[in-house]
C-alpha cells in the first residue's frame, strides 16, 4: 500500500504546483493589465466632449484625448450597445486601420426626432460611462443665411486635418472638419437656439470661430454677413478679431482684377480661388497662376494678397 501511495505522490504535488503557478500567474497578468489600463486612463479619457449640428436627424459629437488613440461610438435607445459609429474620418479607413488622433469627431446619423438616446465612447481600451442626448424637432423655419466658409493654415501649408466650432451667443454650436487644402465650411441651416427652437439669424451678430487640431488651436472673432463672404486664411496659433474692421466703400471688380485673382476663371474671385492658392502651395505649382506675386513660388505671400483682395471686394 505504501508503494502505491508514493507512486502518485511526486506527480500530485508537482500537479498542484503546476495549477499554483498558473493561478499566480494569472493573477499577475490580470493586475498588470488593470494597471496598465489606470495609467492610460488619465491619457485616453475623453474630455470637453461637445455636441454639435443638433438636427432632428442628426447630431455630432466630438471630444479630445491626451495621447493619440483611435475612438468610436456606441449607442441606442433602449442601451448604449446598439450601433457602432467610427469617427467620420475612418468611415474609409486606410490598409493600417483608422488612425489614432487626439482630436475625435463622430457624426450620428438617422436618428428619430425629439428621442432620447444613450451612448458610451470607447477611446482606445477605455468605455466611458453611459451619457445622453436628445435630438431636436424639425424647424419651422430655415435660415437663409450662407454658410460660413474659411481656411486654415499651419504655418504656411494647409492645415490636414481639425475641427472648426462655430459659436453665436444662445444658438446651438455647429462644427465642421477641415477638409483638403485646410478647407472648412459650416452650414447654417439647421442652428438653432440652446432649447433647440428655431435661432433667427441676424446680420451683425457677433460669432466666434475655434479651431482644434493634434498640431495647434486658433480663434476668430468676426460678424455674421448675409453673403457668401469667405473670411481671411487663419493660422494655428493665432487669435483674430474681425469686429473691429471698419466698413469701406466696396470697390467693383476691374479687368486687371479679374486677370490676376479669378483663378479659375468663373468670372468672379471669392473663396475658391484662394483654395487653388491653399492647394498648389510649394515651388513647382500645378496651376501657375496662383503665384500673384510673380516670384516662381506660391507661398503665404501670395495667399495675403489673395486675402487683401478678398477684403477689399468685400461682398464680390
Known sequence: MTEFINRFKIPTILGLGIILFGIAGGVYLVLREQVFLSQAAPNLTPKDVTFTNIAEDAVTISWQTNSATTSFITFGQSSPGEQTVLDDRDSNPPAGGPKPRLTHYVTLKNLLPKTNYQFKIISGKIASDVKNFETASPLTNQTVFPPIIGSVLDGDSPLESGVVYLSIPEATIQSSLIKGGGNFLIPLSQIRKVDLSDYPLIAGTIAKLTIHSDTGEAQIIFKLKDNSTPLPPIKLGQNMDLTTEEVTSQPSLTITDL????????????????????????????????DISGDGVVDQKDLDLMSQKLKELGAQ
Request: glycine content about 6%; hydrophobic content about 35%; cysteine-free.
Open 259 to 290: 486677370n490676376k485673382y479669378d483663378l479659375n476663371s468663373d468670372g468672379k474671385i471669392n473663396a475658391a480661388d484662394n483654395a487653388i492658392i491653399l492647394q498648389n502651395l510649394g515651388k513647382n505649382p500645378k496651376n501657375i497662376k496662383a
